[in-house]
Structure formats: C-alpha cells, structure tokens
T-cell receptor
Framework: GAGVSQSPSNKVTEKGKDVELRCDPISGHTALYWYRQSLGQGLEFLIYFQGNSAPDKSGLPSDRFSAERTGGSVSTLTIQRTQQEDSAVYLC?????????????????FGPGTRLTVL | QKEVEQDPGPLSVPEGAIVSLNCTYSNSAFQYFMWYRQYSRKGPELLMYTYSSGNKEDGRFTAQVDKSSKYISLFIRDSQPSDSATYLCAMITYNQGGKLIFGQGTELSVKP
C-alpha cells in the first residue's frame, strides 16, 4: 500500500518568506508526527497529532512554526518569516494509536521528507 | 546534555565484519528502544524495537538493552555493503504519546 508522502520534496526560499509543507499519512493512521533533521541537531520532534485530541506542540522551536491537521488526515506545517537556521529536512511520520503500555509498539512510518533551504 | 547520546561516527568497516553501534540515555522512564536505518535522501525505517530490557535477534541484527546501565546496542553480523547507511537509535515513554527521542545517528560504511 501507499506509504507516507510529503510535498514538495525540495523547497528553496528567501529569508523572511513563509513556507507550507504538506504530509499525507498512511490511510487509517490516527497519529501524525512532524520531526526536523538538521546537521547540528540530529532528528528532533516538533509536533504530534492524535485523533481529535489537542496536539502536542512541545517541540516547536518558536511561534513562527505552526501545524494543522484537517479532517484527521492531511497535515500542513507552516513556517512564517523563515530564517536561515530553519534550513533542514522536515520529516513527517504516521502510526496507529501509540501504545499505552505493554510490549507491543505501533511503528511510526516516515515519509521521504521535505528538504528546506532558506537563502 | 542530550537525553540520548550516540557517536556520530563515521564508522567504516570491511565487508563481513561485525558492527557494534551504541547509545546511552539519561531518562530512566524510556520503555521502548528502537533502531532506525536511514539511507541517503530517504526517511528513516524501523529495523528493530525492544520493549524494556533484554535482547532481540532478527537475522543478522541483534538489539540489546541494558536499563541498569542506560545503554543500548545494535550488532550487525556479516555486514554487507547494502548495510551502509545512517543508524539512529530512538526511545519513547508511555506518557509522552508518540514522541520519539533520537540519538544523533551513526554513519556506517561497509567496504566491499
């Protein structure tokens, strides 16, 4: 079946512009995550959506970052007034409902990422 | 100090070698311990996960978790050039929903 898809695959923008990154999760997955991968920081959690619950935004680095998930499916990550330090690969992942205990783990499946370059 | 520490390498080995990859962590609440493999310009893919302490084997791969030492390992036997990738350890707790905490990743190159 289809995996997680992300668009665009590459985005080059000028400092100060806004960008929108899109994620299409695997059908039926209730949980959706955004991560950022940069050379200096590795892979960092940004935000997590689970069903109709309030999202966990604890990883967003500043108020220039926001995300929404419409209809429990597609998600958009928006970065306003981009800065050069925002340059990174933005990865989306989806999973079934995260485990609440016990040995079984519902895997997070990652998309290929969007490579963002801010000039 | 990061919650999860991993030597970024790079690590270069000859084909057929045994590879040992390691991570240390500071949060004793972690319950699931994962190893992801990431090829260049691709998203990470899950190799193995272990729940709590112990060992798990899958073909040429063995994952070990020692919660008393807060130390996890991934061993690759009979390494192949196709194993060349970045290996990321990741951990998660019950009360953090799905939030994975990753190590820096170790870049592995297996030379034919």
């Amino acid at each position: 079946g289809a995996g997680v898809s992300q668009s665009p695959s590459n985005k080059v923008t000028e400092k100060g512009k806004d960008v929108e990154l899109r994620c299409d999760p695997i059908s039926g997955h209730t949980a959706l995550y955004w991560y950022r991968q940069s050379l200096g920081q590795g892979l960092e959690f940004l935000i997590y959506f689970q069903g109709n619950s309030a999202p966990d935004k604890s990883g967003l680095p500043s108020d220039r970052f926001s995300a929404e998930r419409t209809g429990g499916s597609v998600s958009t990550l928006t970065i306003q007034r981009t800065q050069q330090e925002d340059s990174a690969v933005y990865l989306c992942a989806s999973s079934l409902t995260p485990s609440q205990g016990g040995p079984s783990y519902n895997e997070q499946f990652f998309g290929p990422g969007t490579r963002l370059t801010v000039l | 100090q990061k919650e999860v520490e991993q030597d970024p390498g790079p690590l270069s080995v000859p084909e057929g070698a045994i590879v040992s990859l390691n991570c240390t962590y500071s949060n004793s609440a972690f319950q699931y311990f994962m190893w992801y493999r990431q090829y260049s310009r691709k998203g990470p893919e899950l190799l193995m996960y272990t729940y709590s302490s112990g060992n798990k084997e899958d073909g040429r791969f063995t994952a070990q978790v020692d919660k008393s030492s807060k130390y996890i390992s991934l061993f690759i036997r009979d390494s192949q050039p196709s194993d060349s990738a970045t290996y990321l350890c990741a951990m998660i707790t019950y009360n953090q929903g799905g939030k994975l905490i990753f190590g820096q990743g170790t870049e592995l190159s297996v030379k034919p």
